[in-house]
């Protein structure tokens, strides 16, 4: 599939690793190894998709051009408008032209985060109460030294996002009302650490921070008839899932753990996986619908909100 790369910022680059020969050109106002200036640039009989790399506030501008024009578009987390109907318009676009628009949130290919869905899908949990997850990482200075990310809400949307992707990928679009626990601007001039919460059936806890010195992700399910926990993510390894089955009327539990040591396989298996959505002309906008409202809601709150 002839594919271009649009933004050769980190996350572009790792994008256009993995494509590897399939893509033909690449786009960055900036960067001098791109290939192209601006996307208008690039002849429109000259590739079939798209990889959009670029910052939040260009996104929807950008996939209405590619959408427009029949071309397939994965684009980077999370896909943000100042309304839901600027999203269902991309949606409609998509399938008006029979193509692909795919937003990447790569952890739900993550080994154990697949593992934890079979888990609650399978019933063998039974009721689940609460589900806590922490993600963090100590990348506070290079935010605040981008000339871009450190705005707005911060690590609430730029992490926040993965987190609530996560909800909607276990659990399915649970009606909770979320809420901003706390929110604090230690180091940053956008929110740095943030804490999610939101009552409901199970009860859901979001913890999510650019200061966490060593980077880590922690998950527990805690449920009627046992538990489930994830200590870390493939890139960062090991990383372990443990299930526990509860002991009647109480006792140490049975437990079973399974541990990998493996480089990251996500970004192969999501463009893998982007390439067989594209030849089902199949679109995953109905999520970004969820998330969007829910992100918009508590951005509005935070940004709103008194003392830190």
């Known amino acids: 599939m002839r594919t271009i790369v649009i933004g050769l910022g980190v996350q572009g680059k790792k994008r256009a690793a993995v494509a590897g020969a399939e893509v033909i050109g690449t786009v960055d106002p900036v960067q001098p190894e791109a290939t192209y200036k601006t996307v208008t640039d690039v002849s429109l009989g000259g590739y079939d998709a798209a990889l959009v790399c670029t910052p939040d506030d260009t996104k929807v501008e950008l996939l209405s051009y590619l959408l427009g024009h029949g071309k397939h578009v994965l684009v980077e987390k999370p896909l943000v408008a100042s309304n839901n109907a600027d999203i269902g318009r991309l949606l409609d676009l998509a399938r008006a032209r ?45 935010v605040r030294d981008s000339p871009w990310r450190d705005k707005g809400a911060g690590v609430l949307v730029d992490l926040g996002s993965h987190l609530l992707d996560t909800v909607l990928f276990w659990f399915g679009p649970v009606d909770h009302e979320f809420r901003v626990v706390s929110r604090h601007r230690f180091e940053n001039a956008a929110f740095d650490h943030v804490v999610l ?75 893998e996986h982007f390439k067989q959505l594209c030849r089902r002309a199949e679109s995953n906008l109905s999520n970004d619908l969820w998330l969007n409202q829910r992100l918009n809601a508590l951005t509005a709150a935070a940004l709103a909100g008194g003392r830190e």
């Open 197 to 271: 919460g939101a009552e409901g059936m199970p009860v859901l806890e979001l913890e999510v921070t650019l200061l966490s010195w060593r980077n880590r992700f922690t998950c527990d399910v805690l449920a009627e008839r046992g538990s489930a926990h994830i200590e870390s993510l493939c890139k960062w390894g090991p990383s372990t899932f443990t299930r526990r089955r509860r002991r009647l009327p109480s006792g140490r539990p049975d437990e079973e753990s399974v541990t990998l040591v493996q480089p990251d396989p996500t970004w192969t298996l999501e463009w």
């Open 98 to 142: 029979g193509v692909t628009c795919y937003t990447a949130y790569n952890h739900r290919l993550e080994p154990h985060f697949i593992r934890m869905k079979q888990l609650i899908d399978s019933g063998e949990l039974a009721r689940i109460y609460r589900c806590r997850m922490f993600y963090g990482n100590g990348t506070a200075r290079d």
